[in-house]
């Protein structure tokens, strides 16, 4: 079983920043991509960006490069997100997944953290 726990969400002001943190436990063998998901009140769960553990190659989701940026720090995994925008409040999830492709496709991931709030206001 794989656990993971989100940290680093709050409320900040439009044009601030936030770095989100995710530690992973657990049987973590076999694991190839770490994500991040976002998910607003009333919409779908977004991919936000995803980390290729074997390779170290990054993904992010459409209009979010440039802004957010993916990281990963002894075996844990960040997102750092800048320049924030109202429009970025969301649930922020950490998952993990063992198949290859989708990287940003919630429905390919397995594992879930809880999640973390972030609230961005104008």
């Known amino acids: 079983q794989v656990q993971l726990v989100e940290s680093g969400g709050g409320s900040v002001q439009a044009g601030g920043s936030l770095r989100l943190s995710c530690a992973a436990s657990g049987f973590t063998v076999g694991i190839n991509y770490m994500g991040w998901f976002r998910q607003a009140p009333g919409k779908e769960r977004e991919g936000v960006a995803a980390?290729?553990?074997?390779?170290?190659t990054v993904f992010y989701g459409d209009s979010l490069k440039g802004r957010f940026t993916i990281s990963r720090d002894n075996g844990n995994y960040h997102l750092q997100l800048n320049s924030l925008k109202p429009e970025d409040t969301a649930m922020y999830y950490c998952?993990?997944?063992?198949?290859?492709?989708?990287?940003?496709?919630?429905?390919?991931?397995?594992?879930w953290g809880q999640g973390t709030q972030v609230t961005v206001s104008s």
């Open positions: 980390f290729n553990r074997g390779g170290g």
């Open positions: 998952a993990a997944k063992m198949g290859f492709g989708g990287s940003l496709n919630p429905v390919t991931y397995k594992h």
